[in-house]
């Protein structure tokens, strides 16, 4: 598997880790965006928002649920979720995950 993240996930490439549990991991990301930008990442290979189904979303709703822990963790009081769906919206590692941004006042303009 050529999957950037599920190395990540394996401990075959190194990264700063923030949070693991049996289903998902979060990061911080190598490029930072904001003073804080870590990526929420499921175990589970799903390359992208499109391939969410029926049969997978549990873990979307448990990355959800462990966002508020993983900002606690950080200090995040406020912060900005975004998830880049296929190449034309700026996915460039096609392995699901939730950039979670924040650690200063964030614009109010998405993009
Ligand atoms: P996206 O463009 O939404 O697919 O986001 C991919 C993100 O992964 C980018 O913000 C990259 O900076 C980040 N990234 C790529 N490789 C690594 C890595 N080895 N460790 C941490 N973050 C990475
Ligand atoms: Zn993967």
Redesign the pocket.
């Known amino acids: 598997m050529s999957c950037?993240f599920c190395k990540?996930i394996n401990g075959e490439?190194p990264?700063n880790k923030v949070y693991e549990d049996e289903k998902i991991i979060a990061?911080?990301?190598?490029?930072p965006?904001a003073p804080t930008?870590v990526?929420v990442i499921p175990k589970m290979h799903i390359a992208c928002a499109d391939d969410i189904n029926d049969d997978n979303c549990e873990v979307v709703g448990h990355i959800f649920a462990k966002i508020p822990v993983i900002a606690e963790k950080l200090g995040l009081d406020g912060y900005r979720i975004?998830?880049?769906c296929k190449e034309s919206a700026?996915?460039?590692?096609m392995h699901l995950?939730f950039?979670l941004l924040g650690g200063k006042t964030l614009g109010e303009k998405i993009v």
């Not at 990061?27 to 490029?31: E, G, K, R, T, V």
């Open positions: 950037i990540i490439i990264s990061i911080h990301d190598l490029n965006q930008h990526l975004i998830n880049n700026g996915q460039t590692v995950h950039h």
